[in-house]
């Protein structure tokens, strides 16, 4: 399968504890997003990456959010002292795209359950 | 006001209906629209893209934009209970509609 894989699936962690989250992109892709997904709610955008460089952040992505793409390969998402209402689904994408409006290929996303 | 906005429904029709899906925007830069399904615990697939005022059609699927309005609509014809899921819209990457979720019963 070479589409966009992430790992793991399902995380539980308890309040506090540190979590790290991978997502391996569509090889060629140069393009890497990172989003956050509630029930009954669309992907709401965290950060993305051009090559291994992170261009843009949003407002949601807390200090205790870090993402990092070395090398320009896969990336992985970091929260640390996790809160409950960080409990979502994390959605990675990767497009090929130099003009920031070609398609996207997700994921199908870890959830996260802080208990 | 939010940049996009979509209705969540949920919408239920029975198979073979016709369905129509919309979201309006707000910033008028948008100039690419794309249309994505969600099954339950999957990642969003892409439907249909768009950057033009008009209409595409892609088999069953018809995307249709109207930049004067900014407005713009997903047509499913002869509904499928496998196209049963959650439909989003997006302007680009980094804005989604909420997602409208689909029932077809059969």
């Known amino acids: 399968d070479t589409g966009v894989s992430q790992d793991p699936r399902h995380k539980i962690t308890k309040r506090g504890q540190n979590v790290t989250f991978r997502c391996d992109p569509i090889?060629?892709?140069?393009?890497l997003y990172w989003y956050r997904q509630t029930l009954g709610q669309g992907p709401e955008f965290l950060t993305y990456f051009q090559n291994e460089a992170q261009l843009e952040k949003s407002r949601l992505l807390s200090d205790r959010f870090s993402a990092e793409r070395p090398k320009g390969s896969f990336s992985t998402l970091e929260i640390q002292r996790t809160e409950q209402g960080d409990s979502a689904m994390y959605l990675c994408a990767s497009s090929l795209d130099r003009t920031g409006q070609s398609p996207l290929h997700f994921g199908n996303g870890t959830r996260l359950t802080v208990t | 006001q939010k940049e996009v906005e979509q209705d969540p429904g949920p919408l239920s029709v029975p198979e073979g209906a016709i369905v129509s899906l919309n979201c309006t925007y707000s910033n008028s830069a948008f100039q690419y629209f794309m249309w994505y399904r969600q099954y339950s615990r999957k990642g969003p697939e892409l439907l249909m893209y768009t950057y033009s005022s008009g209409n595409k059609e892609d088999g069953r699927f018809t995307a249709q934009v109207d930049k004067s309005s900014k407005y713009i609509s997903l047509f499913i014809r002869d509904s499928q209970p496998s196209d049963s899921a959650t439909y989003l819209c997006?302007?680009?990457?980094?804005?989604f509609g909420a997602g409208t979720r689909l029932t077809v019963k059969p």
């Open positions: 997006a302007m680009s990457a980094m804005r």
């Open positions: 090889s060629e892709h140069n393009r």
